[in-house]
């Protein structure tokens, strides 16, 4: 896939998720073999008015191959002045999220809600590719109650976006159901622009469904989530790297960046998403789920893993 003067590898995006996709777990995915990685979701006017919290969200990592941010908002003025904020700098791609199902964001005509003003949507969209330096991308779902994700991608398109990335379910469905990959199929082919499927890959059998629908790239979203190392295992690609070296690195990079309280309780789902499935991991997850400190935790999961 080559967007612009931009050449992808393999194809595979790690998805932006809210209070997960962190620099530290982004630089993991990108070591396994993530080609393309998201900041998470930046809010418009935020970096407008509280910039030094949206700046903390936007550190990136010198291992990330292809660094996308990723910003929502409803008002085309403020994304067209947000698109050109000096601390999306670090950007090769700039998406605009108008997918996330988040009741508040679609209660502020955000995100999803978008897909149910086509004509706001593409102001939104033109206003962004007519500010930026960098190609944009736009995610969004088959719709808000119904699948409309043809006509929106078209519109998408025609509004000056280099690709899009259709996660495969309605803003009512929210993450329940399965992935309609037969909506992502009929998107591709209704489209010149690439397109991304997002939905439901999981394992090497959901990775090969979803490159039969003729995408142009893969995004892996919760699969994700305490398994960094899905993007090797779908490249065949081995990284030697215990699942306790994993988890340190994580810890490691985010200490360069945040306070150590905040780092205490943003790490305790990412802790117990790591040890998901692990056999005796019932006996320390109350105990990671309440911990009082990082070193505490990361003793905890020494244990668990060197005994």
């Excluded at 998805?15 to 418009?44: H, K, N, Q, W």
């Excluded at 008002?75 to 000096?86: F, H, K, R, S, Y």
Aim: with cysteine; hydrophobic share 40%.
């Amino acid at each position: 896939m080559k967007v612009k003067d931009l050449e992808f590898g393999n194809n595979l995006f790690l998805a932006p998720m809210a209070g997960v996709s962190d620099v530290g777990f982004r630089e993991l995915c990108s070591i396994f073999g993530a080609d393309a990685t998201y900041s998470e979701m930046l809010s418009a006017r935020a970096m407008l008015h509280n910039p030094k919290k949206t700046e903390l969200m936007t550190i990136t990592s010198e291992k990330e191959k292809i660094k996308i941010g990723q910003i929502f908002g409803h008002e085309p003025d403020v994304m067209a002045q947000a698109i050109i904020n000096p601390m999306l700098d670090k950007y090769q791609i700039l998406d605009i999220n108008m997918g996330c199902p988040a009741p508040k964001i679609v209660k502020n005509g955000e995100g999803s809600a978008l897909m149910k003003n086509l004509p706001l949507a593409s102001k939104i969209i033109s206003a962004c590719v007519k500010q930026s330096k960098v190609p944009i991308s736009v995610k969004f779902r088959l719709g808000y109650d119904k699948d409309i994700s043809v006509d929106f991608g078209r519109m998408c398109e025609e509004s000056g976006a280099s690709f899009v990335t259709l996660h495969a379910r309605t803003t009512l469905q929210g993450y329940s159901g399965e992935a309609d990959y037969e909506a992502i199929a009929k998107l591709k082919q209704s489209l010149s622009i690439p397109v991304i499927g997002n939905g439901d890959v999981k394992d090497k059998e959901s990775y090969f469904k979803m490159l039969q629908t003729g995408v142009d790239g893969v995004m892996i979203g919760r699969a994700s989530q305490g398994r960094p190392y899905i993007f090797s295992e779908l490249l065949n690609k081995e990284i030697k790297m215990s699942k306790y070296e994993m988890i340190c690195r994580h810890v490691e990079i985010l200490r360069k960046h945040y306070d150590e309280n905040w780092l205490t309780l943003y790490m305790r789902k990412h802790f117990l998403w790591y040890v998901s499935g692990e056999e005796r991991a019932s006996e320390i997850k109350l105990k990671l789920a309440t911990s009082p400190s990082i070193d505490y935790s990361l003793e905890l999961l020494k244990n668990l893993y060197q005994n």
